[in-house]
């Protein structure tokens, strides 16, 4: 879902922030380029927010297609003008936030079956009511298009969804095709609905409103021209369908060459609190040394400060900004790839992963390589920021780094241990003490590691493991290439084409779960999974995931997340905050930040002038 499409790239590329490559001359293009296209100023100010460099604003229809699947077209731009049903994300916590839904908490049917919605008094900027209809009007138009969702995955939603009806205008009713957790379908079904303005229901530009969503044909036609019109960026600001808005702001200013946009209230938000500020630019950065220049040169009231310009944090502090690390509630992990040839035989074994993990020495990497910023990771489900799935075993190592320990695992395997050489296999076959199924007489653990180029800390991490892994005898080659090229590499095997099956080990980036927001990990670790890059497929871990869809118990959740972390499907490595905010400190109202990347600039003014 979208944890995966989005938080592939767009994860890949916050992380490629940590390494800048810039000249200063691109500052001033850049860092003034939302000037260019600003509204006019009012009493309330302006707030500057940075972000991710190489990254920017292309998309604005909140159905959002794979291709421009990314966090700056959602979190940072569209949730700020449409928002979904159901806000997840309350003061700084990973929960719903029953304060910002559009609508109350879903009312289920005994057998749980049917979910019936009531709407809280919206309405859209053009004085329309936010009704059922409008909710019917955006399932509609994924059910024509599904395929086209970035969050689609076979079988789930809208695929479980039998039938949907508006009851009355403010009620509507979603009958799903068998009894499913509460909790599951609050947090990874009816999250993902937008409800969007009839309004919209149109064919072209000049063509009537209607009701041609009601048809598989017509909603077809509907989606396609509202797809053409929000991948026109330039006429963002311009374009009268994207003014009608039911969130805090809309669109004023678009600069199509730099992505930067500019933001300003929507006089009409039925919501609480109402912005304070008076314009909010979104600026776009071509690297994060041309960020880090903005910020210091006061032109940024809430951004980053890059991981290698760290020692410059107290130079920002007295230029007036607070440092505030920003975590979300994702992971980190290397995953394996369980049907490459060569490598299965090894990674097949569940020792040979345990003696890999604990050769990861993560509060190691913490300390030294993150400069104490990053979390060691244990298992599926993140330890930090607080949140209500992680699980007691989850919380405490079960692999704590042990050259020992890995040696020790080998030799009761049937291995020769040669530290500093190659480890070989001395006891083939299946039994007691013996190496394992595939594993030959004289054989020798060599596995390729691709990861993303340009990192240094990711580098220095890869390189700290492939340096413990040879106190035990097991080769790790290191290979480092650019992350769209790890990320058409470290896809899925398909035999028939051999797509996919070449690398061993990869790390994709980290798995941020949003709009999934509850953790329940089928799309990563069940067997054909959508993100189920590296073919792991466990009849018991199976279980346990339709566990969490079907049982609102957290049992069912611990269960799930303890096998998992257990049986190490991947390898656990720690996991770096999104970013390491600065904020003007008479910015009031931007703490705390969210644990599912959105933002609240409606809460925020300032209390004295801006540090620029």
Same mark, same amino acid.
């Given at each position: ?17 940590? !390494?800048? !490559? ?17 509204? =006019? ?21 909140? $159905? !959002? ?28 916590? /990973? ?55 970035? #969050? ?49 229901? %149109? ?6 409103? &209607? ?10 036609? !509907? ?10 960026? +330039? ?48 600026? /776009? ?17 809430? &951004? ?58 993560? =509060? ?20 930090? =920021? ?29 291995? %020769? ?40 800390? $990711? ?9 413990? /892994? ?50 329940? &990990? ?12 590296? +073919?792991?497929?466990? %009849? ?9 869809? $079907? ?17 190490? =499907? ?10 390491? #905010? ?31």
């Amino acid at each position: 879902m979208r944890g995966f499409g989005r938080v592939g790239n767009l994860v890949a590329a916050r992380r490629g922030r940590l !390494v800048g !490559v810039a000249i200063l001359a691109v500052v001033a293009a850049t860092a003034g380029s939302a000037a260019a296209v600003a509204a =006019p100023q009012s009493s309330g100010g302006t707030v500057s927010f940075a972000m991710p460099p190489a990254t920017g604003i292309n998309y604005i229809f909140p $159905l !959002v297609s794979a291709a421009n699947c990314s966090s700056e077209n959602s979190e940072n731009f569209q949730y700020l003008m449409y928002r979904p049903l159901y806000w997840f994300g309350s003061h700084g916590v /990973a929960k719903v936030n029953t304060q910002l839904s559009l609508a109350q908490l879903p009312v289920f049917s005994p057998n749980g079956r049917v979910a019936t919605i009531h709407l809280k008094s919206y309405r859209w900027s053009n004085g329309q009511p936010l009704s059922a209809r409008d909710v019917i009007f955006w399932l509609n138009l994924l059910k024509a298009e599904k395929a086209s969702w970035c #969050s689609y995955v076979p079988g789930a939603f809208p695929d479980n969804l039998v039938s949907y009806q508006a009851v009355n205008a403010s009620t509507v009713r979603l009958t799903f095709n068998r009894t499913y957790s509460r909790y599951w379908l609050l947090y990874n079904e009816l999250s993902q609905i937008t409800p969007i303005p009839q309004a919209w229901d %149109k064919t072209s530009s000049h063509g009537a409103v &209607g009701t041609y969503d009601t048809t598989p044909a017509g909603a077809r036609a !509907v989606y396609k021209f509202l797809n053409t019109q929000a991948s026109t960026a +330039s006429t963002f600001a311009s374009n009268p369908l994207w003014q009608v808005v039911d969130g805090p702001f809309h669109v004023v200013g678009y600069n199509p060459t730099t992505q930067d946009a500019v933001l300003a209230p929507n006089a009409q938000y039925s919501g609480s609190p109402k912005p304070k500020i008076s314009r909010l630019d979104l600026v /776009a950065f071509t690297s994060d040394t041309a960020e880090f220049d903005a910020l210091r040169a006061g032109q940024i009231d809430y &951004g980053y400060l890059p991981l290698q310009d760290l020692s410059q944090k107290a130079e920002l502090t007295r230029l007036g900004y607070s440092f505030q690390p920003w975590h979300i509630l994702q992971f980190s992990y290397l995953a394996f790839n369980f049907a490459n040839r060569a490598a299965a035989p090894y990674i097949h074994q569940l020792y040979i992963r345990q003696a890999l993990q604990r050769l990861i020495d993560e =509060p190691a990497y913490v300390k030294t390589i993150d400069k104490g910023f990053g979390v060691s990771e244990f298992g599926p489900v993140p330890l930090q =920021p607080a949140n209500p799935f992680a699980s007691s075993f989850e919380r405490h190592n079960a692999y704590p780094y042990s050259v020992a320990a890995a040696r020790a695992l080998l030799a009761a395997h049937g291995w %020769k241990v040669v530290p500093n050489g190659l480890s070989r296999c001395t006891h083939p076959g299946t039994g007691a003490g013996e190496c394992g199924a595939g594993i030959r007489a004289g054989a020798a653990i060599t596995l390729t590691n691709l990861f993303q180029t340009g990192l240094p800390s $990711l580098t220095a991490e890869m390189e700290a493991f492939q340096s413990a /892994a040879l106190l035990v005898g097991i080769r790790v080659n290191l290979r480092e290439a650019p992350i769209n090229t790890v990320l058409s590499t470290a896809v899925p095997c398909t035999r028939s084409t051999g797509t996919g099956c070449g690398w061993q080990i990869a790390d994709p980036a980290p798995w941020f779960y949003a709009p999934d927001f509850y953790p329940s &990990g089928g799309a990563l670790f069940a067997c054909g999974g959508g993100y189920n890059i590296g +073919s792991w497929c466990d %009849k018991t871990n199976d279980a346990n995931v339709l566990a969490t869809h $079907l049982s609102s118990s957290p049992a069912a959740m611990f269960r799930y997340e303890n096998y998992v972390a257990a049986q190490l =499907p991947v390898l656990w490595i720690p996991n770096q905050p999104w970013q390491l #905010s600065e904020i003007a400190k008479n910015l009031k109202g931007a703490m705390p930040q969210d644990p599912y990347l959105n933002y609240y600039p409606e809460t925020w003014s300032w209390s004295g002038p801006a540090p620029h």
